[in-house]
């Protein structure tokens, strides 16, 4: 970790968790973006923060970065106070935004080695962490290459490389596998539990439910700046057991069929009708989406077992981006 003046710590301790309290976020004319997200984030663990657009996670990082202070809450990294003094909350957090760095000019090792140099990593350090996450990202075909050059999921590589090669002790991830393709994004999971196993408290924001079931240790599910639920995935999904989720295509310009009881909480995005219904259902859930199937209102169906995805319908009312196809 880089060394730097830093304040005087609220209190002497070694714990270097993240800590969100009673935070709120009210912006003028009243907008209230976050209200009373309380959180916690140990190091060496990946937590998901996942919600619709509008639920308030940009605005909480925000705060946590140091762009925006809360109306009312703390935040620490450790023993700091991050809204005191916000200039601490940059030496101490690193952060991929979900926008595309502007690397346009620069070639990619020296981006990734710029950004270590600037967070006070030791030259040599830097340049060997750097070719280090080229090399376990799979990116060294365009090590030398601009990043105007670059396609959008490379440049995605090289923003995460970037704002992990001199980690923080709290890492942000927005988005961070956003056009990264299949076999990069194993690798760049691969990284993200790499940081954890460093001991690096990792915060990643995402949209993409199925994804993040697979790569967080814990996750909180927000709304209308709110957690509406926290806790391990497989938690989430326990109201959810003993029940199979039922995903509709519809026909393209079809109307939402009406729902039979026994198919809840059932939620369209564009063409794609999900929702879930309980096993001793199923046979009955075949037989009404076939008859849509028959009658035109629909392409195709498929039954499987719930997932996370359902467990954030049920919560949010949302389907999320990774469902949306």
Not at 68 to 78: D, K
Not at 224 to 247: N, Y
């Amino acid at each position: 970790m880089p060394t730097s003046t830093r304040p005087t710590p609220v209190a002497t301790t070694t714990d270097w968790a993240f800590r969100a309290q009673d935070v709120t976020k009210v912006y003028k004319g009243g907008k209230r973006a976050n209200d009373g997200l309380t959180l916690r984030i140990e190091p060496g663990e990946v937590y998901g923060l996942l919600g619709p657009n509008g639920a308030g996670k940009s605005t909480l990082v925000k705060q946590v970065i140091g762009l925006l202070a809360p109306t009312s809450g703390t935040l620490h990294v450790g023993p700091y106070d991050i809204v005191e003094h916000p200039e601490i909350a940059r030496q101490l957090c690193s952060y991929l935004p979900q926008a595309q760095m502007p690397i346009d000019s620069f070639k990619v090792t020296e981006a990734i080695e710029l950004t270590g140099r600037i967070r006070g990593g030791e030259r040599a350090a830097v340049r060997a962490r750097a070719d280090e996450l080229v090399d376990a990202l799979d990116i060294g075909e365009w090590r030398g290459d601009i990043g105007a050059k670059l396609s959008g999921g490379v440049k995605r590589l090289v923003g995460f490389a970037m704002a992990t090669v001199v980690p923080g002790r709290l890492v942000i991830l927005d988005e961070p596998t956003n056009d990264v393709d299949p076999l990069r994004r194993r690798l760049l999971w691969q990284q993200v539990r790499a940081l954890s196993d460093l001991g690096c408290a990792v915060l990643l924001v995402t949209h993409n439910v199925l994804e993040a079931e697979k790569a967080v240790d814990r996750l909180a599910v927000v709304m209308d700046g709110r957690i509406v639920a926290e806790g391990t995935p497989s938690s989430l999904k326990a109201e959810d057991r003993g029940r199979m989720r039922l995903q509709v295509m519809l026909t393209p310009g079809s109307p939402t069929p009406d729902a039979p009881a026994w198919y809840r909480s059932p939620v369209r995005v564009g063409n794609n009708l999900v929702g879930t219904v309980a096993e001793a259902d199923t046979g009955a859930s075949i037989a009404w989406a076939q008859g849509l199937v028959d009658a035109g209102a629909a392409e195709e169906y498929a039954l499987a077992a719930s997932t996370l995805e359902d467990a954030y319908v049920r919560l949010t009312g949302h389907v999320s981006d990774d469902a949306e196809g």
